[in-house]
């Protein structure tokens, strides 16, 4: 028996990195798994691969930038799947725009993909969850959403916006629906090698306890672990997963 059978799991940016571990993870637990994301090849493979593992999933083409990028997931995974269980805001883009020459619409362009899409989509699967009496809705922010980092000024901003937005969803939606975030660190994806990679990254990771670089499959097991009641008196909270920065 999965930890998920039988529930619906929207994981938004799960084409690859961490969302594509925890969209093949929440498969294998027996979740029907919405994978999103704007690359159909990309979405098309994750989706197979999960088929061909013998789990269930579709997949839909939105972009987090677009203004009907909630209504898009929203309908398709009703219309597949009739309800949503679990919501996995994780979608994210990093601008390397710097502060003092950052425009007002590259600055919005992280926040909007960010944070107002996941604000967005989690106030269409909010009233389904409510319903239910039962949800987990789970925001992926980061370490820089809780200390800043030099450089990434809005990136930086828009996770600090995350952290925020999961306590007051929390709030807004307690009991029912369960709201919590992952910080996650220094975690080997695309987005981390867009950056200039492990280098780039070596100052943090020389901060922390474990001394290395965390895979996208550490994230999915957090995800798991928030995603069930085995996580039943965590609420408004974000679990840091980065190998132990500043302990
Ligand atoms: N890697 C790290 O070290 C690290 C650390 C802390 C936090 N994070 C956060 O973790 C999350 C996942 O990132 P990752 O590291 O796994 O990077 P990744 O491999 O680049 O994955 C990013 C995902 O987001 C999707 N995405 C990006 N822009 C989008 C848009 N405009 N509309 C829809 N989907 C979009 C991508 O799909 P398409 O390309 O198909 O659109 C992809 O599936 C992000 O929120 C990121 O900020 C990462």
């Known amino acids: 028996m999965g930890k998920l059978d039988n529930k619906v799991a929207i994981i938004t940016g799960s084409t690859s990195g961490m969302g594509r571990d925890t969209a093949y993870l929440f498969a294998k637990e027996g979740a029907k798994v919405v994978v999103t994301g704007r690359n159909e090849a990309r ?3 994750v989706v197979d691969k999960i088929k061909a593992d013998g789990g269930e999933a579709i997949y839909v083409i939105a972009d987090a930038a ?47 993909i960010n944070v107002t899409s996941a604000l967005m989509l989690s106030q269409k699967v909010a009233p389904v969850m409510k319903a239910k009496g039962d949800g987990h809705i789970i ?20 996770k600090h916006a995350m952290v ?33 990679g492990e280098d780039v990254f070596q100052p943090m990771v ?8 965390g895979e996208g499959s550490e994230i999915a097991k957090t995800a ?6 085995d996580s039943s008196f ?4 974000l679990l840091h997963v980065d190998g132990g920065v500043d302990v």
């Not at 798991?224 to 009641?229: G, H, I, K, R, V």
Request: net charge negative; hydrophobic share 50%.
């Open 234 to 237: 965590i609420d408004g909270q």
């Open 164 to 196: 925020g937005l999961t306590k007051a969803m929390a709030n807004e939606l307690a009991p029912d629906i369960h709201v919590n975030g992952i910080c996650p660190g220094a975690i080997r994806t695309a987005m981390l090698a867009s950056v200039g």
């Open 43 to 45: 979405a098309k493979e």
């Open 139 to 158: 925001n992926i922010a980061s370490i820089v959403g809780w200390a800043a980092h030099w450089g990434f000024v809005a990136y930086v901003t828009s």
């Open 66 to 112: 677009d203004k009907n990028f909630a209504q898009t997931v929203y309908d398709a995974t009703m219309e597949a799947y009739g309800t949503v269980d679990v919501l996995m805001n994780n979608a994210g883009m990093l601008s390397l725009a710097q502060f003092a020459t950052i425009t007002a619409e590259e600055f919005m362009e992280d926040i909007n």
């Open 224 to 229: 798991l672990f928030l995603a069930t009641s």
């Open 206 to 213: 020389d901060r922390t306890c474990l001394h290395r670089i």
